[in-house]
C-alpha cells in the first residue's frame, strides 16, 4: 500500500529532518559575506559558534583530523577558523586530541570527551 503525502507534508517533515542534521542551520539561515553561516558582527557570532560546537561535537564521535572538521562546517583550515572553533572547544573539556603531546602533528585528531557527550545532551 503506497501513502501519499501532501507536498506541504513532505516539506515541512524534510525540513525537520534538516534542522536536526544541521542543528538549526538551513537554506534559511543567513550567510555573511563569505558565504559561510553567520554574519560578521559580534551579536550573532556566538550564536552560530554555538551552533557550530554542537555539530562539530556530534562529528567528532569519532575522532576527526582538523580539515573534516573545517569541512564539515564549511570554513576553510586557517589558523584563525582553528582558533575560532576548535581552541575554544579544547580549553572547555568539550574536545580532546589525540595526540595531546604532539599538538601540531599532522596525524592530529579531536575527538568529543565525555564531557563533551553530556554538553550535546542537553
Same mark, same amino acid.
Given at each position: ?12 517533515? @524534510?525540513?525537520?529532518? /534538516?534542522?536536526? +542534521?544541521?542543528?538549526?542551520v538551513n537554506e534559511n539561515t543567513p550567510k555573511n559575506d563569505t558565504?559561510?553561516?553567520? +554574519? /560578521?558582527?559580534?551579536?550573532?557570532? @556566538? +550564536? ?27 570554513? @576553510?583550515?586557517?589558523?584563525? /577558523?582553528?582558533?575560532?572553533?576548535? +581552541? ?16 601540531? @602533528? ?15 545532551? /542537553?
Amino acid at each position: 500500500m503506497i501513502i501519499h503525502k501532501s507536498n506541504e507534508a513532505v516539506n515541512t517533515e @524534510s525540513n525537520r529532518i /534538516n534542522d536536526v +542534521v544541521n542543528f538549526g542551520v538551513n537554506e534559511n539561515t543567513p550567510k555573511n559575506d563569505t558565504g559561510n553561516f553567520g +554574519v /560578521n558582527d559580534g551579536v550573532y557570532d @556566538s +550564536v552560530y559558534d554555538g551552533v557550530y560546537d554542537k555539530k562539530i561535537l556530534a562529528f567528532a564521535l569519532i575522532p576527526k583530523n582538523r580539515k573534516e572538521i573545517m569541512d564539515l562546517i564549511g570554513i @576553510s583550515t586557517h589558523p584563525k /577558523n582553528y582558533e575560532r572553533h576548535i +581552541v575554544p572547544l579544547l580549553e572547555k573539556g568539550l574536545l580532546a586530541m589525540t595526540l595531546p603531546d604532539k599538538p601540531k @602533528s599532522k596525524k592530529q585528531k579531536y575527538m568529543t570527551t565525555e564531557k563533551g557527550k553530556l554538553f550535546l545532551k /542537553n
